[in-house]
């Protein structure tokens, strides 16, 4: 028979991403954000490969990529608003960890295996956050995926790409429940 775990079981039917755009300072110390890191990094992970890293951006670093996104949005002729948006998301942000998906050659676990396990990475560092108090938003966006931004102004590699940016903070305000999946349309049950 299982041994259940209410509390947890409660926390994950109520969970609840708060807007990166309601997160204020004060974000985790590092040891805070190391227990949360450590939490990110138990994820499913077909063959040990590891096929994720992270970069924490504290404030500094944050405006640096702010800028940088502003000045490649321009390049890219993007409209203001999508450049504003993209900008405001690191400028406006107290902490942002980026999930790196950083794939490993391997002939036995497929590359999408290794994408599947980044994306469980920033869940579980989203989820950790939101269990230990945080405000916390999981985040893409065009900036995320434009190679030459993310190798320019974060270092990656060209067979890495940015699975997300978890933003985290304190809350400033509950966001209302929204909308969620109707089970009877998303289930099939077969015997």
């Not at 295996?113 to 939101?130: D, F, K, R």
Request: charged residues 20%; proline residues 10%; glycine residues 4%.
């Amino acid at each position: 028979m299982p041994t259940p775990n209410p509390e947890a079981l409660s926390f994950f039917l109520g969970r609840r991403s708060r807007p990166a755009k309601t997160l204020t300072a004060p974000a985790p110390d590092r040891a805070t954000l190391e227990t949360l890191l450590t939490a990110a990094a138990r994820t499913p992970d077909h063959g040990k490969l590891e096929p994720w890293r992270f970069i924490v951006l504290e404030r500094n670093a944050l405006d640096d990529l702010a800028a940088d996104t502003e000045i490649r949005a321009n390049a890219l002729n993007k409209p203001p608003q999508e450049a504003a948006k993209a900008r405001d998301a690191f400028a406006n942000s107290p902490l942002a960890v980026v999930v790196v998906e950083s794939p490993v050659d391997s002939p036995k676990i497929p590359a999408i295996e290794q994408t599947y396990s980044a994306g469980a990475v920033c869940l579980a560092l989203l989820n950790a956050a939101l269990a230990a108090g945080w405000g916390a938003n999981w985040l893409s966006g065009w900036a995320s995926h434009d190679p030459d931004l993310m190798q320019t102004s974060l270092g990656l590699a060209p067979h890495e790409q940015v699975a997300g940016f978890i933003h985290i903070g304190t809350e400033t305000s509950i966001p209302p429940e929204r909308p969620r999946p109707d089970l009877a349309k998303k289930v099939d049950w077969r015997t």
